[in-house]
């Protein structure tokens, strides 16, 4: 069964009312969550890309990447869950797991449940809540998953069109 039906969600999977990109985020996390995440990439299969500026590189270990020095640019981790359907983590910070997504790719029941898969994945690997708000929208999320429930719910009411 489906953690949320795309009846129900889908204003807040609209680009032109939610921006392109929300923020998805892993609060309260550690240098062990990130490996933790970067295992799970590689567990998994998915198909990725790590780059520090227009550099590619193989993934590093988690903690190479966050001792970095401040002025450093920041990395980024390219993951694909399936095709056509990309996370861009942002290595800012040890106590944060931050990463993006298009919402222009996640249109449809069958795109929402894999997006959800991928929270719920995550959220599992971390055992941590996984927190998506609209873009620039930092701090109110509208959907998550939620360890308890072991699944993706709402957070926020749907926005009437």
């Known amino acids: 069964m489906a953690d949320l039906l795309w009846d129900d969600v889908s204003c807040f999977f609209d680009p032109d009312l939610m921006g392109a990109l929300p923020d998805v985020r892993v609060p309260g996390c550690s240098v062990e969550d990130w490996q933790a995440v970067l295992d799970l ?20 270990r ?9 002025d450093a640019e920041c ?5 694909w869950p399936v095709a056509d359907v990309l996370a861009i983590f942002r290595f800012y910070a040890d106590e944060i797991i931050d990463f993006d997504v298009d919402l222009r790719e996640l249109q449809g029941q ?3 449940d894999v997006f ?10 971390v055992g941590k809540t996984v927190l998506m708000d609209a873009e620039g929208g930092y701090g109110s999320p509208v959907l998550g998953y939620d360890v308890a429930a072991d699944r ?6 749907p926005l009437v069109r």
């Open 62 to 70: 988690a903690a190479s990447v966050l001792s970095r020095p401040v």
């Open 75 to 79: 990395p980024e981790l390219r993951v």
């Open 152 to 157: 993706v719910v709402l957070l926020a009411e």
């Open 41 to 60: 990439v590689e567990a998994r299969g998915w198909k990725c890309r790590y780059s520090e500026g227009d550099t590619e590189l193989p993934v590093p």
């Open 116 to 125: 959800c898969g991928f929270l719920r994945e995550i959220g599992r690997c």
């Open 110 to 112: 069958e795109r929402l």
